[in-house]
């Protein structure tokens, strides 16, 4: 067999997932402290609004993501994992580095926080 008929297997890896968290209080969250928590944790984080029904289409980042919902609602869209993920104020999702997503704001627009490692 010649070395360029050689097939080389790719390395065996875990594919990673999405990972949603719900707001589980009463009382809707306040922008500062969502920040002052995504800060503690390690993370570089801007305010991001979009427009009722605006939205990304699906791309990656080579970094972490995170994002946290302020106010409105935002559809997350995990073509990978065939999921759609429907967030409300409170909600985050953190998404590893090379997972697809895209993005779509509900009726009322979206505030959430973006925030990257």
């Not at 002052?36 to 979009?50: E, H, I, L, M, P």
């Not at 409170?90 to 490692?117: I, K, N």
């Amino acid at each position: 067999m010649s070395e360029l008929a050689r097939v080389l297997k790719f390395p065996a890896r875990t594919r990673q997932r999405a990972q949603v968290t719900l707001w589980a209080e009463v009382a809707r969250p306040s922008e500062e402290a969502l920040r002052a928590q995504v800060a503690a944790d390690g993370y570089q984080v801007v305010r991001w609004a979009s427009e009722p029904a605006a939205g990304y289409p699906p791309h990656l980042h080579i970094y972490p993501e995170l994002i946290w919902l302020v106010n409105g609602s935002l559809t997350v869209i995990l073509p990978a994992e065939d999921r759609l993920l429907e967030l409300g104020p409170g909600d985050r999702v953190e998404m590893p580095a090379g997972l697809v997503h895209g993005a779509l704001a509900g009726p009322d627009g979206a505030v959430y926080l973006l925030a990257t490692r």
